[in-house]
């Protein structure tokens, strides 16, 4: 799944439009790294955005769909 929608769909970012433009700015990192909108998400990769206040998450699970609840299951907060 693509990064800007992973973000979306967990609900880390609000918009999938505003993960879009973090990405490009280069405000959101993968393992270390810039990671474009269009980069695969994987189970383990460790996703950190630097949007208000910093977030660090480890990918649990990676689904198309999620409802409220469920979004949260998807990822770990690290600190």
């Known amino acids: 799944m693509r990064l800007d929608k992973y973000l979306k ?3 880390l970012i609000k918009r999938r439009t505003i993960a879009n433009e973090a990405c490009d700015a280069g ?5 270390g790294k810039p990671a474009r909108a269009s980069y695969d ?26 409802t409220k609840e ?3 299951q998807q990822y770990e907060l690290l600190s």
């Open 70 to 72: 469920t979004a949260s």
């Open 27 to 31: 405000r959101v990192l993968v393992n």
């Open 41 to 66: 998400v994987k189970v383990g990769d460790i996703i950190e955005i630097g949007i208000g206040r910093p977030i660090k998450a480890r990918v649990l699970t990676v689904s198309e769909f999620s």
């Open 9 to 11: 769909v967990t609900r």
